[in-house]
């Protein structure tokens, strides 16, 4: 590249760099955000400082609120409500979030016969972190803050390959197994003591900006185990309460409570034949 044509480049990008609408924090400082929130919360993992937090909760609950006042000074144009007031209201909804933790944590601990404990769930199971991650996102998206919530949940995706979009909404006592592969679209309703196991995709049927507005994922009621790699697509399909979705499972359409809904596949097993000598 000449030096002239670096020149241009350069003003190419700073002509761009004006015309973007948002400006945003960098996703590393999300991902530490979110990292320290679930660590002060959770003070399992040996690289968190229990003692200090011990000790020190309020100036650990403080340094949190700082991080994200950095985090929001960025997109401090797009909001709607006080930056302060902001931070008081999601800090406000910690308490609630962390009793959500506690019944995710338990019902994973309880459901998966391989756990040996609350905090082995809590420290090391990717279903939890996607959990909690979404928790925390959700309470900002519900907030009012833009953006945010998506970088936080894109963060979880990154790290456990389970997408949760931050305004899905999501009951009690909810169970991610193994989890990798999972997709729950923005618009799912998802009720309480719902399992969901690898590869599932809560999804809409058709991809188009017009329906922006519209709910386009399907709604799951209570008590409902989607197996491995099913696909329940459609904002007017409805899985009632204590059905169970068999692996592989396509559906578009609403199933009643207490349904049992599987795939059904041909397989057949042939002797291995040998050619004569």
């Given at each position: 590249?000449?030096?002239?044509?670096?020149?241009?480049?350069?003003?190419?990008?700073?002509?761009?760099?004006?015309?973007?609408?948002?400006?945003?924090?960098?996703?590393?400082?999300?991902?530490?955000?979110?990292?320290?929130?679930?660590?002060?919360?959770?003070?399992?993992?040996?690289?968190?400082?229990?003692?200090?937090?011990?000790?020190?909760?309020?100036?650990?609950?403080?340094?949190?609120?700082?991080?994200?006042?950095?985090?929001?000074?960025?997109i401090m144009p797009q909001l709607e409500r006080n930056k302060e007031e902001l931070m008081d209201?999601?800090?406000?909804?910690?308490?609630?979030?962390?009793?959500?933790?506690?019944?995710?944590?338990?019902?994973?601990?309880?459901?998966?016969?391989?756990?040996?404990?609350m905090e082995e769930v809590i420290a090391l199971y990717p279903g939890f972190s996607a959990i909690?991650?979404?928790?925390?996102?959700?309470?900002?998206?519900?907030?009012?803050?833009?953006?945010?919530?998506?970088?936080?949940?894109?963060?979880?995706?990154?790290?456990?390959?389970?997408?949760?979009?931050?305004?899905?909404?999501?009951?009690?006592?909810?169970?991610?197994?193994?989890?990798?592969?999972?997709?729950?679209?923005?618009?799912?309703?998802?009720?309480?003591?719902?399992?969901?196991?690898?590869?599932?995709?809560?999804?809409?049927?058709?991809?188009?900006?017009?329906?922006?507005?519209?709910?386009?994922?399907?709604?799951?009621?209570?008590?409902?185990?989607?197996?491995?790699?099913?696909?329940?697509?459609?904002?007017?399909?409805?899985?009632?309460?204590d059905s169970v979705i068999g692996g592989n499972a396509w559906l578009v359409r609403s199933v009643?409570?207490?349904?049992?809904?599987?795939?059904?596949?041909?397989?057949?097993?042939?002797?291995?034949?040998?050619?004569?000598?």
């Amino acid at each position: 590249m000449t030096d002239h044509q670096q020149e241009l480049f350069f003003q190419r990008l700073a002509e761009q760099n004006v015309n973007f609408q948002y400006k945003l924090p960098s996703r590393q400082d999300a991902g530490l955000f979110i990292q320290r929130l679930i660590n002060f919360l959770f003070p399992i993992s040996q690289d968190c400082q229990q003692n200090e937090r011990t000790k020190d909760m309020q100036g650990a609950f403080l340094e949190l609120r700082k991080r994200l006042d950095c985090m929001l000074t960025p997109i401090m144009p797009q909001l709607e409500r006080n930056k302060e007031e902001l931070m008081d209201t999601v800090f406000a909804g910690i308490p609630e979030i962390y009793e959500m933790l506690l019944k995710d944590a338990k019902s994973i601990t309880e459901n998966d016969p391989a756990s040996v404990s609350m905090e082995e769930v809590i420290a090391l199971y990717p279903g939890f972190s996607a959990i909690a991650t979404y928790r925390v996102a959700h309470s900002f998206a519900k907030c009012g803050i833009p953006l945010l919530p998506r970088m936080l949940t894109e963060y979880a995706h990154s790290q456990t390959g389970i997408d949760i979009h931050p305004n899905a909404v999501i009951g009690h006592s909810f169970f991610i197994d193994h989890g990798t592969g999972i997709v729950i679209g923005e618009t799912t309703h998802i009720g309480n003591n719902v399992k969901l196991y690898q590869g599932v995709t809560l999804g809409a049927t058709h991809v188009s900006k017009s329906l922006a507005s519209k709910k386009r994922h399907p709604t799951i009621e209570d008590n409902v185990v989607v197996y491995a790699n099913a696909t329940i697509l459609g904002g007017d399909t409805v899985i009632g309460h204590d059905s169970v979705i068999g692996g592989n499972a396509w559906l578009v359409r609403s199933v009643p409570p207490h349904s049992m809904v599987y795939h059904q596949s041909k397989l057949e097993v042939r002797p291995q034949t040998t050619s004569a000598t």
